[in-house]
């Protein structure tokens, strides 16, 4: 499994970045994607997550601001971020879920299986 996440970047606060993470090595359309974020000296937290079915989640200081989208005939996840904070500064990373992972679970990373290399997104103020 390889998970490869590009699109982050410097941008400032109220600007808008797309991220992606393109899979490979599993059958991408019948797994949950999700996205998370590590900022300086925080530890890694969820951002959103896209089920098979396309059942979305997110985490609640990303509601509204964030979509995360999926194509499968691209084996591609997204992450559209709009009115971006400094607050939003951090690697992101993308991962795919355990086939056995519960819906509830999903915002918790040990229900993640794989993991890409990340892409650092930078907000400045």
């Known amino acids: 499994v390889q998970l490869q996440a590009s699109g982050g970047g410097l941008v400032q606060a109220g600007d808008s970045l797309r991220l992606s993470c393109t899979a490979s090595?599993?059958?991408?359309?019948?797994?949950?994607l999700g996205w998370f974020r590590q900022g300086p000296g925080k530890e890694r937290e969820f951002v959103a997550r896209i089920k098979w079915d396309r059942n979305t989640g997110y985490a609640d200081s990303v509601k509204g601001r964030f979509t995360v989208t999926r194509d499968n005939a691209k084996s591609t996840v997204y992450l559209q971020m709009n009115s971006l904070k400094p607050e939003d500064t951090a690697v992101y990373y993308c991962?795919?879920?355990?086939?056995?992972?519960?819906?509830?679970?999903?915002?918790?990373?040990?229900?993640?299986?794989?993991w890409g290399q990340g892409t650092l997104v930078t907000v400045s103020s």
């Open positions: 090595g599993f059958q991408f359309n019948r797994y949950t």
């Open positions: 991962a795919v879920a355990r086939r056995e992972a519960i819906i509830s679970a999903l915002r918790l990373p040990a229900s993640y299986e794989n």
